[in-house]
């Protein structure tokens, strides 16, 4: 694989700010002692305001549910931001963490999925740091569990048990317990098998990498394991190595580019190589200017930030939106897809959303669907590896990305790419996924998205799409749910049958191609007039009169297509 694709960016651009990167660049100016530096934080301060939902939670994106991701990173930045511009963190933030505490002990990313360290490391920064409270004392027994056979530190007690450690979960595990006890008191695990565990991830060049057996050294690797080893009170195996491994991913802007031989200065490598320094006690006045200056330049007109000067930040989910929606030219296409094929990260293989980001699972399904590596079989085998025999969860389900609990969304798109891709070396692991949809059932025929959450249009025929691709489902039931949800004048609701919205009628239309069912043209075609807007793009639902942006107009359009003579086969996506 080579980035010279990557530093021209030759994929789609949103525009938009990503709350990652916000609390990424935020965070970092303040370690600098920079935040002065930021113009109009007042205007941040909007941007993350607009992500809580009225359950006091944070989502991803306006609209989507509240999730532990996104409420640490919209309350830390907004305590991070300037006093006169923070704008109020409302007390239900705090009742909406405990609303996802675990009875294991552990935190979910959202109330009734599975517990991991992940969303519990969120969970106990924010509700320490934030609000002032201590997480429940079953907590140090959960973090006791993840300690694995080698010495590390899983992402749940049940992937302790396989004993898949990374670095990732040690830091997270070891700051929940340094956060909730100053770290004052005993420690969960056995300290010098973690030490030792850690420092053997250090190598001989001075970085450090996840997990065992991985490559490519790693900057944001680097940073977890030299915090994971501060919060012990233990130093690198040769900190002075790690230290000038950390400079030398200094680039001719003055700041971080994330890994040896990648060219891009992005946000998430300014952060990790002015985190991993500090954790180290090293000088930071000498680089600072350069990292401010670079790091202000990722600004866009909303307020927050992306990873690279925005007029570059392109990402793999506006790009395959662009590309499936017929929207690029010829040459354009080409391009952009070369530019979505080399949107993988070291030791992993997987597409991402932003490059130097990890690996998701959607992400991975719309690049696959756009065409990513259509004449690439290799590299098709390496992506149903990472599906199989990287990030499959103990319960047979996939999160959005390593190590996060499973839901119905990823599991149904990790089911449609082993379809697409697999062999019969998957078919055990559809299996396990079957096993997984079937926790999620609510009623009879009826899922939600992860267990022991409501039922919805989009779970349950996401669950059966997922049950189809891997041991067979009776179309009968995807038709009850589609009569449940169908709105008389045009279209599907997720909830009830009264509201539509564009998501789920796509998810209507697909769910039925796929088992074969009858539909009509007509319902679908007033729906698509509710929500055609006039700029030819598509709303979310009738009652938005503006587009949806990139992901709601590649929708509209691929479900036009369905409608032309042509009839042309919807794409098996899943968003939400």
């Given at each position: 694989?080579?980035y ?20 990424a ?6 370690w ?9 934080p007042?205007?941040?301060a ?12 944070f ?11 996104a ?8 305590a ?7 704008g ?9 963490v405990?609303?996802?505490a ?27 740091e ?14 006791a ?19 898949a ?9 070891v ?6 006890t ?6 969960p695990?056995?300290?010098e ?13 001075g970085?450090?990498?996840f ?12 940073f ?13 195996r ?7 491994w950390?400079?030398?991913r ?12 990648y ?16 954790e180290?006690?090293?000088?930071l ?5 350069g ?6 330049s ?25 590309l499936?929606?017929g ?6 296409e080409r ?14 293989n ?17 690049a ?16 149903a590896?990472w ?7 103990p319960?047979g ?7 996060r ?8 798109a990790a ?18 996924i079957?096993?997984?949809?079937a926790?999620?059932e ?27 691709r ?12 589609l ?6 004048g045009g ?11 564009l ?17 009509d ?8 007039d ?7 793009g598509?709303?979310?639902t ?13 929708l ?5 297509l ?15």
């Amino acid at each position: 694989m080579t980035y010279d694709t990557l530093l021209r960016s030759s994929g789609v651009v949103s525009g938009e700010s990503d709350l990652w990167c916000t609390y990424a660049a935020v965070r970092t100016l303040g370690w600098l002692g920079r935040v002065g530096d930021l113009p109009s934080p007042e205007t941040a301060a909007g941007f993350l305001a607009s992500r809580q939902n009225s359950d006091g939670g944070f989502a991803w994106s306006a609209g989507m549910s509240s999730d532990a991701w996104a409420t640490y990173y919209c309350t830390q930045t907004l305590a991070d931001l300037p006093t006169s511009s923070r704008g109020t963190v409302r007390a239900s933030s705090s009742a909406w963490v405990w609303s996802a505490a675990h009875p294991d002990g552990g935190f979910a990313m959202t109330p009734g999925q599975a517990s991991d360290v992940w969303a519990t490391y969120y969970a106990v920064r924010t509700l320490v740091e934030i609000f002032g409270e201590q997480p429940p004392p079953a907590l140090f027994d959960w973090l006791a569990a993840l300690q694995a056979e080698d010495g590390g530190l899983a992402w749940s007690p049940a992937h302790a048990k396989g004993g898949a450690s990374d670095v990732r979960a040690c830091y997270y595990a070891v700051t929940a317990w340094h956060t909730a006890t100053g770290g004052e008191g005993p420690l969960p695990w056995d300290r010098e098998r973690l030490t030792s565990w850690l420092r053997g991830r250090q190598s001989a060049a001075g970085g450090f990498t996840f997990q065992e057996g991985d490559e490519t050294d790693c900057l944001w690797a680097t940073f977890r394991a030299t915090g994971a080893l501060s919060r012990l009170d233990e130093t690198p195996r040769d900190p002075e190595g790690c230290v000038a491994w950390i400079r030398a991913r200094l680039g001719p802007t003055g700041s971080f580019t994330r890994w040896p031989g990648y060219p891009v200065p992005d946000v998430w490598a300014a952060f990790c190589g002015v985190g991993a320094l500090r954790e180290l006690g090293a000088e930071l006045d000498g680089l600072a200017d350069g990292v401010v200056e670079t790091v202000l330049s990722f600004r866009t007109p909303q307020g927050g930030f992306t990873y690279r000067t925005p007029g570059l930040a392109s990402d793999v989910l506006t790009t395959s939106a662009h590309l499936m929606a017929g929207r690029l030219s010829e040459t354009g296409e080409r391009e952009a897809l070369r530019w979505t094929e080399s949107c993988m990260l070291p030791n992993e293989n997987g597409i991402m959303y932003m490059p130097g980001r990890g690996s998701e699972v959607r992400c991975t399904l719309w690049a696959l669907s756009a065409g990513a590596f259509e004449e690439d079989a290799p590299a098709r085998a390496r992506i149903a590896g990472w599906l199989t025999d990287g990030i499959q969860n103990p319960d047979g389900g996939f999160g959005y990305w390593e190590g996060r609990a499973s839901d119905i969304v990823s599991t149904a798109a990790a089911a449609e790419i082993l379809h697409r891709i697999g062999g019969d070396s998957v078919v055990g692991h559809l299996r396990d996924i079957a096993e997984y949809v079937a926790s999620c059932e609510t009623a009879p025929g009826q899922y939600a998205n992860v267990p022991g959450g409501r039922s919805t249009l989009r779970a349950t025929l996401q669950a059966l799409r997922a049950r189809h691709r891997a041991v067979g489902a009776d179309g009968a039931l995807a038709g009850e749910a589609l009569a449940r949800h169908r709105v008389r004048g045009g279209g599907y609701a997720n909830e009830g049958n009264r509201v539509p919205d564009l998501l789920s009628t796509y998810e209507a239309v697909l769910a039925a191609d796929t088992f074969g069912l009858d539909w009509d043209s007509g319902h679908l075609a007033k729906f698509l007039d509710s929500v055609r807007t006039a700029d030819a793009g598509f709303a979310w639902t009738p009652l938005m009169a503006t587009s949806g942006g990139p992901l709601a107009d590649c929708l509209g359009r691929r479900l036009e297509l369905r409608l032309s003579p042509e009839r042309h086969t919807l794409p098996p996506l899943a968003l939400s």
